[in-house]
């Protein structure tokens, strides 16, 4: 093999392994290699406090949509789904978010972390909006000390399994809230 035989060998080969490995997404599939998250299993999850862990496992024992859960049909017009019932836990759909009457939920849960009641609350369906939505979220019922709000961080997960910060989001120490603006549901959990 020539010198320039064996160049044209080995670019060919570096051109193929950065086909490969150096593009956002693989050619040969098509597809766009996807972030894993953060596992459920090293999450630190905020914890409820005693009573309003007691309060979701016995609405979860009755199979009843009691407190801690409020549902609503919302139109183009928009609406308000949540607030005394889910706990201060709320989400304002504005006019035009959506396209047509569909029912929207928010329910308080726990996110089971080594048989812990983690903090979390579900906003379903899971759908994408045409306009974003203002998510409010109550920090009233958490197991944490005044010092530990300013560390608190908001995380998101489509499956349960995989958990990923979200960005850009106000903390209200009088109103005990967290708000922000997202254009999909999905279930919200709180952070150390």
């Keep these: 093999m020539t010198y320039s035989g ?19 997404e693989n050619p040969i599939t098509g597809v766009a290699p996807q972030p894993q998250g953060i596992p459920t299993d090293q999450m630190s999850f905020v914890q409820w406090t ?3 862990a007691n309060m979701i496992q016995l609405s979860l024992a009755s199979h009843g949509r009691g407190n801690g859960y ?6 183009e017009d928009g609406g308000i789904v949540g607030g005394h019932r889910t706990f201060g836990n ?8 959506v396209t047509e009457e569909t029912e929207f939920s928010v329910e308080v849960l726990c996110v089971d972390h080594h048989e812990q009641c983690g903090a ?3 906003f379903l369906p899971s759908t994408n909006f045409e306009a974003p939505v203002e ?3 109550s920090f009233e019922y958490l197991d944490l000390e005044d010092e530990e709000i300013e560390d608190l961080y908001i995380y998101f997960s489509q499956d349960g399994d ?3 910060p979200l960005d850009g989001f106000e903390i209200d120490e009088d109103e005990e809230t967290i708000i922000f ?11 150390f």
């Design 50 to 52: 005693p009573e309003m």
């Design 120 to 122: 979390g609350v579900e």
């Design 70 to 75: 409020d549902s609503e049909e919302i139109d």
């Design 135 to 137: 998510i409010t979220l």
């Design 90 to 97: 709320m989400v304002d759909i504005p006019e035009g978010a």
């Design 181 to 191: 603006q997202i254009d999909h549901f999905t279930i919200f959990a709180w952070e």
């Design 6 to 24: 064996f160049s044209k060998h080995v670019a060919g080969s570096l051109f193929i392994l950065l086909m490969l490995f150096g593009c956002a």
């Design 162 to 164: 995989f958990w990923f």
